[in-house]
């Protein structure tokens, strides 16, 4: 039995007991604690040396002690640094933790830890804020498009918290306390450990599942657009592509390439033979990634047996539908179900139907959109899932959702498996899951807002992430203003762990408020000065490939804030607007319009060499360098060797 430190009072009842190196697993609740719970932590630990020292136990780093009234206090156990400590709202109640009673064994948990003058978060999801420290934000625990909430973050203090609930909440950061709230759980459930940021992030994959290793096709250039409205039009694409000479790994079908929602299959008039296409693109050196929605249209021939299964999200009052959607012949929106991620036997058939139409044509790569699931209005907490009441578990489905592809895929012998989500949870990274930004405005400030978004989904242990390049609502091809801002966002991609041009482009068409088609959105859709530069950002990815693996091989994920390789340099943890591929190249997206320099801050610790004008600079100091737009400024780190400037 594992070594636990157990304390008590009247009905409730705290356990603390090893979970990794340099971790420990803290629940409570009233009288038991319930094993059985879902959450984002592996059944089993990874094996830990632990003591008990009186009402203290130490593992490792860490060293977390319980007073004879029941607060917890967290500290290093070297140095007796102290980490974190539980702190109650008031002097007689309510007190650190707090249950308020809901009915049926459910109760409103809150949990409350002092605040420190200084700390800084970082982790905790994708949001569009703007802001890379999360400190003193207000962040709700439920999935949005766009929103994807991931309760992990990493402090300043040198510590990750990881709260091991999907309950729909909140986590408040502010200057008089930090507090995280679950609106209907059975429990509190969190997972401490201590270290620098790279130590935390390593620690969190052992408990919560590495990621595989990123296939081989998906460093490529992805090329997208909603939507290629059929199989000729997208075939024309990547044949352009080729007689061009230009590296493509991936193209895309979005949405609507069926006749029904739920069907999970071809419109055979738009896509008549796709076996065909995918063999074609195949011989091209081109993946085709495949549009998989969760939800289900009662037109689809699957609605009525899953349905009749009980294979659709139920709800607890009114009838199970979740969304309105125009599906079919008429513009009228009609009420749609989503399956029930959460049920095994929903992701068995639901993935048995994937792999009957699209497996046998060859398609091996999905794009799971609306997956948060993309409610309207969003009422998770009138949901009946297999896993429970929705208000207490719901922020599982995104993560569920790709579980059910991985395993299935993997169960067919496929050994590199890859999808591409819109929403993410805790643990969604050990299912191959690719996150992408969601449906983005097409400006400047949501460019920025996106560096600040992957910088903080890097450090919440998803280390697959892109956007939407160009952004995804709008964009004229024809405009210069557009085109310069397409630049500035593509040479930024060209530095994500998936490289993705995708866009909802003007002209735009649509029905019913829903998007059916768009502009072009193709390389050489913008002019040729516009051409001229992404095909060199293009043939320089291709070059940096075989280093991409390399670097995510090493645990760590591609997309480096500064602070994970430089956290002894203060100034690092302010760093926001640049970033390191990998450990060698430090890159500082230009993220304003007009802009023709760039002000970048080298970290301390190393030399950093300026690839355009060969100059080498110290670290620990800010310098201004060029930046016209055919260029982004890149550094390499000491005697680092990179082809950024091979004969294209």
């Known amino acids: ?15 603390a007991e090893p979970w990794g190196a340099d971790s420990v697993r803290v629940r409570a609740g009233l009288h038991r604690i319930d094993a059985g719970l879902p959450g984002a932590l592996l059944p089993e630990p990874p094996p ?11 593992n490792g ?14 500290a290093r156990a070297d140095t007796g640094e102290e980490l974190l400590r539980e702190a109650p709202a008031h002097f007689w109640w309510p007190g650190a933790r707090h249950f308020d009673a809901s009915g049926g064994g459910l109760h409103r948990v809150e949990q409350r830890f002092a605040a420190y003058d200084g700390e800084r978060f970082y982790g905790l999801g994708q949001h569009g804020h703007g802001r890379f420290d999360q400190k003193g934000m207000v962040l709700e625990l439920q ?23 999907p309950a729909i909440g909140r986590v408040e950061l502010a200057a008089n306390g930090t507090r995280w709230v679950a609106d209907r759980a059975r429990q509190i459930d969190y997972w401490l450990t201590a270290g620098g940021p790279a130590d935390v992030l390593r620690r969190y994959a052992e408990v919560t599942g590495p990621a595989p290793e990123l296939p081989a096709w998906a460093s490529g250039f992805w090329q997208s657009k909603l939507r290629y409205a059929d199989q000729a039009e997208l075939l024309e694409v990547a044949r352009e592509y080729r007689r061009r000479g230009l590296p493509l790994s991936v193209i895309v079908a979005d949405y609507l390439h069926w006749r029904h929602l739920g069907d999970w299959d071809w419109d055979p008039d738009a896509w008549p033979d796709a ?31 899953m349905r009749d299964a009980g294979l659709l999200v139920a709800t607890d009052s009114g009838a199970g539908v979740h969304a309105e959607w125009p599906d079919g012949a008429t513009d009228a929106p009609i009420g749609v179900s989503f399956y029930d991620a959460t049920d095994p036997r929903a992701r068995e058939f639901l993935w048995s139907r994937v792999h009957e139409s699209y497996g046998k044509d060859g398609v091996r790569a999905f794009w799971l959109d609306a997956c948060e699931p993309e409610m309207r209005p969003g009422h998770f907490h009138n949901l009946d899932l297999a896993a429970g009441p929705g208000a207490e578990v719901a922020n599982l489905y995104p993560r569920e959702h790709a579980r059910g592809a991985y395993e299935y895929l993997r169960g067919q012998g496929e050994t590199e498996v890859l999808s591409l989500v819109r929403s993410a949870w805790a643990g969604s990274q050990r299912y191959g899951a690719a996150l992408w930004s969601g449906d983005i405005p097409a400006t400047f400030e949501a460019l920025a807002a996106s560096v600040r978004a992957g910088l903080n989904v890097a450090m919440s242990g998803i280390p697959w992430w892109t956007t939407d390049i160009g952004g995804f609502h709008g964009g004229d091809p024809g405009d210069p203003r557009y085109r310069e801002l397409l630049v500035r966002w593509f040479q930024f991609g060209a530095f994500c762990p998936l490289f993705r041009l995708h866009g909802h482009r003007e002209p735009r068409t649509g029905r019913a408020g829903v998007g059916v088609g768009g502009g072009p959105n193709e390389v050489w859709s913008y002019g040729e000065q516009t051409y001229a530069i992404l095909v060199r950002f293009l043939r320089l990815r291709e070059r940096l490939r075989p280093y991409l693996h390399e670097q995510l091989r090493t645990g760590l994920p591609l997309l480096r804030p500064l602070l994970l390789e430089f956290p002894g340099d203060p100034a690092a943890w302010d760093a926001d607007d640049a970033f390191l591929f990998g450990r060698d190249l430090l890159v500082a997206p230009v993220l304003e319009p007009g802009a023709l320099q760039r002000a970048v801050y080298l970290p301390a610790g190393a030399s950093w060499t300026h690839t355009d004008s060969g100059t080498t600079f110290e670290g620990g100091r800010h310098v201004t360098v060029d930046a016209p737009l055919a260029r982004i400024p890149l550094f390499l780190r000491d005697d680092a060797r990179l082809p950024i400037h091979q004969e294209e």
Request: hydrophobic share 45%; proline share 4%; charged share 15%.
């Open 1 to 15: 039995m594992s070594i636990q430190l157990t304390w008590r009072h009247g009905h409730h009842v705290l356990v």
């Open 48 to 58: 830990a040396a632990a003591t008990l020292e009186g009402r203290a136990l130490v």
């Open 61 to 74: 780093r860490l060293r977390v002690e319980v007073s004879a009234d029941g607060l917890l206090t967290a």
């Open 143 to 165: 999935q949005r498009n766009g929103e994807v909430s991931i309760p992990f973050t990493v402090s300043s203090r040198g510590y990750g918290l990881l709260w091991n609930s």
């Open 275 to 305: 076996a065909a296409m995918t063999g074609e693109l195949r011989a091209l050196g081109v993946e085709l990634a495949v549009s998989v929605w969760p939800s289900v249209s009662p037109l689809s021939a699957n609605h009525a047996p």
